[in-house]
């Protein structure tokens, strides 16, 4: 078992804008799938499995998040609560950072010991549990011996919005095997020799490490990161407020300072592409990432085929576009579309998303064009 699972909740959901925004990212909405539930919440349960009698849940969140987690949380026992701390981040600073500070945060509350450390997104989608949770403790034996441990996820397609990870041919067949190289998102005929090759594997973003390892790796690949960190006492009993059972570290004096001064920059990049003691374990799972308006649509599809129906949408020759929308829309021959309309009724700004399918990846780039004019207030 593991002695903490830090699980990463921050985020501004850009990728599934206008449904997700930086009030309500995708982690907090509602699975297709699983409505009871959202991609939030599955993480927690997952996390839950992870950690030994006496581990933590460190949740490192947006602070605008809090709301959002502590309704996520209120179906559990009070137990479980009290084995959560949420530490609300000032301002978002990349995966590298968030980790970073679980880190400090885990050392000085735990004077120093080494701690066997799980970190998860909470915005994936992964099933069964049982197999996720057998396979991620595979790792807690593997990282005694100072290794960096990911989950790689065998391609089904060429994917070209996914990092790529190669493992090492000759460890075929292994429980884990040696990574040699991390590669970012390819192109298509690349992607397409990945995919035809069998030993390229889909960056799952999940990690496993010890925290004195971890810690070294740090300070040899990424000191900028991590020393703004180094310099935080250990947060006063004062320093926390409790809501709805949950802890959250409301006052931890320097954090301010801390991300003001800590690089911008992903985990990946900072530490594990740099590392030379990576391992990877091949998932047996199901795994996605929901990273676009065409994997969210392909959800909802399989949500609706579970006896589902659709909302107020009328058609005529458009049965292949996909709408997402608050108030009712009417389609002639409008096909292969991704349409998104808010209407504003929640007090948010109005918005419409109309894109051609499997081309939804550009979103992102469209945030970037709506933060190039100011107009933040859509995001």
């Known amino acids: 078992m ?8 921050g985020g501004s959901g850009t990728r599934l804008w206008p449904l997700s925004n930086s009030m309500k990212p995708k982690q907090f909405l509602p699975v297709p799938t699983d409505r009871n539930n959202n991609f ?93 949770t057998a396979q991620s403790l595979v790792f807690a034996t593997h990282i005694e011996t100072e290794n960096l441990a990911i989950f790689g996820i065998p391609p089904i397609a060429p994917e070209t919005g996914f990092g790529y990870i190669e493992a090492n041919k000759s460890d075929a067949g292994e ?21 035809e090759s069998g030993n390229f594997y889909w960056n799952s973003g999940m990690f496993a490490f010890s925290s004195g390892f971890i810690k070294r790796e740090f300070l040899k690949y990424a000191e900028d990161v991590i020393a703004p960190f180094e310099v935080l006492s250990v947060p006063q009993k004062d320093a926390y407020s409790i809501q709805e059972g949950l802890a959250i570290l409301e006052r931890w004096e320097g954090l301010v300072e801390a991300y003001r001064q800590t690089k911008k920059i992903s985990f990946d990049f900072a530490v594990v592409t740099k590392s030379a003691r990576v391992i990877m374990n091949a998932a047996m799972f199901s795994w996605r990432d929901i990273g676009s308006w065409d994997e969210y649509a392909a959800l909802v599809k399989e949500d609706f085929s579970a006896g589902s129906s659709e909302p107020d949408i009328f058609r005529v020759g458009s049965g292949n576009t996909f709408v997402d929308s608050d108030i009712p829309v009417a389609l002639c021959g409008a096909d292969d579309l991704i349409v998104v309309v808010r209407s504003g009724k929640d007090g948010s700004v109005p918005s419409v998303l109309i894109a051609k399918k499997k081309e939804t990846q550009a979103v992102s780039a469209i945030v970037e064009q709506i933060k190039s004019k100011n107009r933040t207030d859509l995001l």
């Open 2 to 9: 593991f002695d903490e699972c830090v699980i990463m909740a």
């Open 40 to 132: 939030f919440t599955l993480s927690l349960e997952r996390a839950c499995s992870l950690v030994n009698e006496n581990g933590r849940i460190i949740i490192v969140a947006g602070k605008n998040h809090v709301p959002h987690i502590v309704s996520s949380c209120a179906g559990l026992d009070e137990a479980q609560k009290r084995r959560i701390t949420v530490i609300p981040e000032p301002e978002a600073k990349n995966t590298a950072a968030a980790i970073a500070c679980a880190l400090v945060f885990i050392e000085k509350t735990t004077a120093g010991r080494n701690r066997k450390i799980f970190v998860m997104p909470s915005d994936h989608l992964v099933e069964p549990k049982e197999v996720f």
């Open 175 to 195: 429980e884990v095997v040696k990574v040699v190289s991390f590669h970012e998102k390819p192109d298509k005929p690349t992607a397409e020799r990945y995919l």
